[in-house]
């Protein structure tokens, strides 16, 4: 499957933003998505994932109460709402595709979990 995310953009501090993860056949449905980002010299670090249905999601603590992601499979797509922005959320935003689901923090957390990836899109956010 081919993942494109995009929507990202220069906001300021306390701004919303939404990211969007479009996917190619085979269809999405069939696939649990992550976002992950990656900050200029830091690794690549889990921000959310998403279950086939969307019936669950999980966070990571630094986004939790903040972002909601959230899915329309009939339209093939992920979207990744981002709300009260901060500097430290800068980054380039990657989603990415596990065929299966698993709700252990150590394996949804994994990016080597994930088979499928975007070519990411950037996120700045000026204070």
């Known amino acids: 499957v081919q993942l494109q995310a995009s929507g990202g953009g220069l906001v300021r501090t306390g701004d919303s933003l939404r990211l969007s993860c479009a996917a190619s056949?085979?269809?999405?449905?069939?696939?649990?998505v992550g976002w992950f980002r990656q900050a200029p010299g830091k690794e690549r670090e889990f921000v959310a994932t998403?279950?086939?249905?969307?019936?669950?999601?999980y966070y990571a603590n630094s986004v939790k109460g903040r972002f909601t992601s959230s899915r329309d499979n009939a339209k093939n797509t992920v979207y990744l709402q981002m709300h009260s922005m901060k500097p430290e959320d800068t980054a380039v935003y990657y989603c990415?595709?596990?065929?299966?689901?698993?709700?252990?923090?150590?394996?949804?957390?994994?990016?080597?979990?994930?088979?499928?990836w975007g070519q990411g899109t950037l996120v700045t956010v000026s204070s």
């Open positions: 990415a595709a596990d065929p299966s689901f698993c709700s252990v923090y150590g394996c949804y957390a994994r990016p080597s979990r994930y088979d499928y």
């Open positions: 056949a085979p269809t999405l449905s069939n696939y649990a």
């Open positions: 998403i279950s086939r249905a969307g019936t669950r999601t």
